[in-house]
């Protein structure tokens, strides 16, 4: 398994920016699609964007034009810039791949107050 470590939460006012960090073991660079998901309180975790190897990007409906997925390959990191948060963005945020099956970190609690 790949390791992941997310990091970068916290507590905002609802309009805010944050940027989370997730920072895997070794190389991400032959890992084709890497991701973002959240998952609220009695909520399932949901995928909120992806991006491959490429620099391709997709987004769910919720966040898109409000949050920035990206990676570094030479730094093995992925990144997520959230921008104009709202209180229902608050969530456990977690990284993870895509494709195959891979263990879920512990994720990094995202709080939006209004």
């Known amino acids: 398994q790949v390791q992941l470590v997310e990091s970068g939460g916290g507590l905002v006012q609802a309009g805010g920016s944050l940027r989370l960090s997730c920072a895997a073991s070794?190389?991400?660079?032959?890992?084709?699609?890497m991701a973002w998901y959240r998952q609220a309180p009695g909520n399932q975790r949901d995928l909120v964007a992806a991006?491959?190897?490429?620099?391709?990007?997709n987004y769910a409906d919720s966040v898109k034009g409000r949050f920035i997925i990206s990676r570094d390959n030479a730094q093995n990191t992925l990144w997520l810039q959230m921008n104009s948060l709202k209180p229902e963005d608050t969530a456990v945020y977690y990284c993870?791949?895509?494709?195959?099956?891979?263990?879920w970190g512990q994720g990094t609690q995202v709080t939006v107050s209004s």
């Open positions: 993870n791949v895509r494709g195959f099956f891979n263990s």
């Open positions: 991006i491959t190897t490429g620099g391709s990007t």
């Open positions: 070794g190389s991400i660079d032959s890992i084709r699609i």
